[in-house]
């Protein structure tokens, strides 16, 4: 996406904050690390950003850019698993193992869009309007991958104590 004004280079900004938090976060985890839980709900580090990676996937893919097209990680699938794959989110989610590497190009690997124009796709939610601009898909994405960041953080301080937004 590309933001010609302060105001949208700012709000891009704060999104790859957000996403940079992320990785931040889990740097130095193990493999048993990454994929364990240590919450009621399930959710392992590698599954909550797999969930963020397809809910970017689905907002700037499918929503932003009007597209299911195939990625690099979809090799082999057929469209209707890819859909089922972004959509479906949580512990119960089961798809090929992913690392830290991976999941890094899934969250950084969207089309150039400015924030003023309308989506081309659909969300698809009956119980919400469609989102009116770019510029709100990107502030849904921050609020999203804030929200799953202190998820994160507080998973990291249970598996090994490590607290803290700062790059490890």
């Not at 859909?83 to 969250?107: E, K, L, N």
């Not at 609020?143 to 507080?154: K, N, S, V």
């Amino acid at each position: 996406m590309t933001g010609n004004q302060p105001e949208d280079q700012a709000v891009l900004a704060f999104l790859d904050a957000q996403r940079d938090a992320v990785f931040s976060i889990v740097e130095g985890l193990d493999e048993e690390a990454w994929h364990r839980s240590v919450v009621p709900s399930g959710w392992t580090p590698a599954g909550l950003v797999e969930h963020l990676g397809g809910a970017e996937r689905h907002w700037f893919q499918g929503v932003v850019a009007g597209s299911d097209a195939e990625l690099p990680w979809d090799e082999g699938l057929p469209p209707m698993t890819r859909r089922q794959r972004s959509s479906v989110t949580g512990p119960q989610r089961r798809s090929p193992p992913i690392t830290v590497t991976s999941a890094r190009a899934r969250m950084r690997c969207w089309a150039v869009t400015p924030l003023s124009v309308p989506p081309r796709g659909r969300h698809g939610d009956p119980q919400m309007d469609e989102p009116p601009s770019v510029r709100w898909v990107v502030l849904h994405m921050i609020e999203e991958t804030a929200r799953h960041a202190g998820h994160l953080d507080i998973a990291r301080e249970l598996i090994d104590g490590q607290t803290g937004l700062e790059p490890r």
